[in-house]
């Protein structure tokens, strides 16, 4: 597993480690970097339900 978000790229297969959505996983879509310096990415899970999160809250399967 890969704990760098730097790392992370659309279509990784992820799992949340961190923050509200912790214990979730999916597959990593809309990944893009804020203003502030900070990865913003949307996760998709298996059921369809859409949630985004920072990637220092994931890890890549």
Known sequence: MN???HKLKNGDQC????GTHK???GI???LK???TG?????V???NGVRFKTLGKNV???
């Open 28 to 30: 990593v879509q809309d």
């Open 23 to 25: 214990g979730k996983s």
């Open 44 to 46: 998709l899970q298996k």
């Open 3 to 5: 704990n760098n978000p």
């Open 38 to 42: 900070h990865i913003t990415i949307t």
């Open 59 to 61: 890890i890549v399967e």
């Open 15 to 18: 799992i949340v480690v961190g």
């Open 33 to 35: 970097t804020s203003k």
